[in-house]
């Protein structure tokens, strides 16, 4: 018998990011009775951390007493950043909504040494990507129409793939850039309700959009997906946790442990979190449960409970891959290009397999970044300063010994600024790696087995051609921090717990069922059985609306 005050839903989703907050929507639509758990916090236009006392809390380390919304993991060859609060990844994401493409749905034999095998094709997603694009409302970046035209960034990737004989589109972006009905205009009210129940405004091209929003501009996911979801009565629980996962008897459900992160309460609306205050270890029962934790969280909640999940696939863990992620950095263009103005990515060009010298497709997109970076790459330039004043302190000299000072300095002061920060833009690259990373959990340990030597054509192949977009850009390559450290990153981690045929392969089903488990689910990245090649997000939202109509049937 359950413990009296143990509360029962039909559907318990664990994680607010793309898998979980579709997922929550759809089902709480059909007349569900779900609860989502998310582990990280609220966050309202106004709450993402901008000053250097607010980053110092804005790390996700609970054993360190921090509540943040970044999650650093640092592996033997990758890093990793992830996102922890209410909307998961999308808080942090540059917005794109790109299609995967339809030729790297690739269906390699596994069992003859092929690296990914995707049990479904782009025809099972068509209507999916569909009912996302509906929710997310996404409007391509107006680089012809003022004040956005002045974005210099958007126009430099254009005219460099041009140089190149390649295409660049301007991808849809989950931002508004004009209000609904109205003509694009930064700073515009956005009108309509939300669950923060505050002001939202388009777009003001602050470069913000991966530190979070403090506008409201960005669709993420507690605007769209979230809102609604909350509207059908699904119930939102913020700071906690989940740690375990129970099969109750008779194939009745499941138990769900969390951890509730009392601290981390205050300030909070209380429809957005636990009803109970204070205990912080609680339980609850699902009789569908889809694990929507992200493709770290995903993978280690399934590890960490092996032993209530016995005959869990040996596949867990297996298949990890980075999407291919790369970034490098131009420096010394031939023109102004302001990466502090505008939306983080504004333009993407798409390499296809046939035209990469590894075969392997990729992506490679603009990068913007805050004003504070501009400052960054200025301090890099301050033992030039003396040479840029060398007239103005000859002049001081001079005045000097004839007793004659120029008293006013604002023309000198001007001097001391300079324009390297406006010929400087970050281009970033995703594509198709090979999956071959592996998570092991020791001791309670999460740790990764990942190589990039499998893909080290690919890379090879991606980094030249960052190498000749800067070089029609009249500047140079600068490569990464991690490449100098002979390491990688990604903000786009996949696999871990993925879709197969069968349960040698694979963790999960084509509609996000765990093999064995009947009623539990996994709607994330975790579930994708290689690169998606481009800005995942989409796919991914697209699988787990997939996966939430396997459940509930299609929509009426």
């Given amino acids: 018998m359950p413990p009296r005050d143990e509360e029962t839903f039909d559907v318990v989703v664990v994680g607010s990011g793309f898998g979980g907050a579709v997922t929550a929507y759809r089902l709480a639509k059909s007349g569900r009775r779900v609860v989502i758990l998310e582990r990280g916090q609220p966050y309202p236009p106004g709450s993402f951390a901008r000053t250097p006392p607010q980053m110092r809390r804005a790390f996700?380390?609970?054993?360190?007493?921090?509540?943040?919304?970044?999650?650093?993991?640092?592996?033997?060859?990758?890093?990793?950043?992830?996102?922890?609060?209410?909307?998961?990844?999308?808080?942090?994401?540059?917005?794109?909504?790109?299609?995967?493409?339809?030729?790297?749905?690739?269906?390699?034999?596994?069992?003859?040494?092929?690296?990914?095998?995707?049990?479904?094709?782009?025809?099972?997603?068509?209507?999916?990507?569909?009912?996302?694009?509906?929710?997310?409302?996404?409007?391509?970046?107006?680089?012809?129409v003022e004040p956005y035209a002045s974005t210099s960034k958007t126009v430099a990737l254009e005219d460099a793939a041009e140089t190149l004989g390649l295409t660049a589109e301007r991808p849809e972006l989950a931002v508004l850039f004009a209000p609904p009905g109205g003509d694009p205009v930064p700073g515009a009210p956005v009108p309509g309700d939300n669950l923060h129940h505050r002001p939202r405004t388009t777009c003001v091209l602050c470069g913000e959009c991966d530190l979070g929003c403090n506008f409201g501009a960005k669709n993420t996911l507690d605007y769209t997906y979230l809102t609604y979801a909350q509207r059908a009565d699904a119930e939102l629980r913020t700071c906690c946790e989940v740690r375990t996962i129970e099969p109750l008897d008779?194939?009745?459900?499941?138990?769900?442990?969390?951890?509730?992160?009392?601290?981390a309460r205050a300030g909070h609306d209380e429809d957005l979190l636990d009803p109970n205050p204070e205990e912080r270890e609680r339980t609850l029962r699902g009789r569908r449960v889809?694990?929507?934790?992200?493709?770290?969280?995903?993978?280690?909640?399934l590890l960490m409970n092996r032993a209530t999940l016995p005959g869990l696939s040996p596949a867990t863990g297996r298949r990890?891959?980075?999407?291919?992620?790369?970034?490098?950095?131009?420096?010394?263009?031939?023109?102004?290009?302001?990466?502090?103005?505008?939306?983080?990515?504004?333009?993407?060009?798409?390499?296809?397999?046939?035209?990469?010298?590894?075969?392997?497709?990729?992506?490679?997109?603009?990068g913007g970044a805050p004003v504070i970076t501009d400052w960054m790459w200025e301090s890099l330039d301050l033992p030039k300063v003396p040479w840029r004043m060398r007239r103005t302190i000859l002049r001081e000299i001079r005045g000097a010994l004839v007793r004659r000072r120029d008293t006013n300095l604002s023309a000198e002061l001007s001097e001391v600024f300079g324009d390297r920060s406006a010929n400087v833009m970050p281009v970033l690259g995703h594509g198709r790696d090979i999956p071959n990373g592996r998570y092991v959990l020791e001791?309670?340990?999460?740790?990764?087995?990942?190589?990039?030597r499998p893909s080290e054509s690919y890379y090879r192949g991606l980094e030249a051609c960052f190498e000749e977009i800067a070089?029609?850009?009249?500047?140079?390559?600068?490569?990464?921090?991690?490449?100098?450290?002979?390491?990688?990153?990604?903000?786009?981690?996949?696999?871990?717990?993925?879709?197969?045929?069968?349960p040698m392969h694979g963790v999960v089903n084509p509609w996000g069922e765990v093999f064995g488990f009947p009623g539990l689910y996994v709607a994330d990245g975790a579930a994708m059985p290689g690169p998606v090649g481009v800005n995942p997000s989409f796919t991914i939202a697209a699988f787990a609306d997939r996966v939430a109509e396997g459940i509930a049937g299609p929509e009426p």
């Fill in 60 to 144: 996700w380390d609970p054993e360190r007493d921090l509540h943040g919304l970044f999650e650093l993991w640092r592996f033997s060859d990758l890093d990793m950043v992830v996102s922890s609060g209410l909307g998961g990844g999308s808080l942090i994401y540059a917005n794109v909504m790109i299609e995967k493409d339809e030729e790297t749905f690739v269906r390699e034999d596994l069992s003859a040494g092929g690296r990914e095998h995707w049990p479904i094709g782009w025809g099972d997603l068509e209507k999916h990507y569909g009912n996302v694009r509906a929710m997310q409302a996404p409007q391509r970046f107006p680089a012809d």
């Fill in 250 to 263: 008779r194939g009745e459900g499941y138990r769900i442990g969390y951890r509730q992160h009392v601290e």
């Fill in 290 to 301: 889809i694990l929507a934790a992200g493709a770290v969280g995903t993978p280690r909640l």
């Fill in 320 to 366: 990890v891959s980075a999407n291919g992620d790369a970034l490098a950095i131009i420096r010394d263009a031939d023109r102004p290009i302001e990466p502090s103005r505008g939306p983080v990515i504004t333009a993407s060009i798409a390499v296809g397999g046939g035209d990469s010298a590894s075969g392997r497709a990729y992506e490679v997109q603009d």
């Fill in 443 to 452: 001791g309670g340990r999460l740790d990764l087995d990942w190589s990039s």
């Fill in 471 to 502: 070089s029609a850009l009249g500047g140079r390559m600068m490569k990464s921090p991690w490449k100098r450290l002979n390491r990688s990153i990604t903000i786009h981690p996949l696999g871990g717990a993925v879709m197969a045929d069968d």
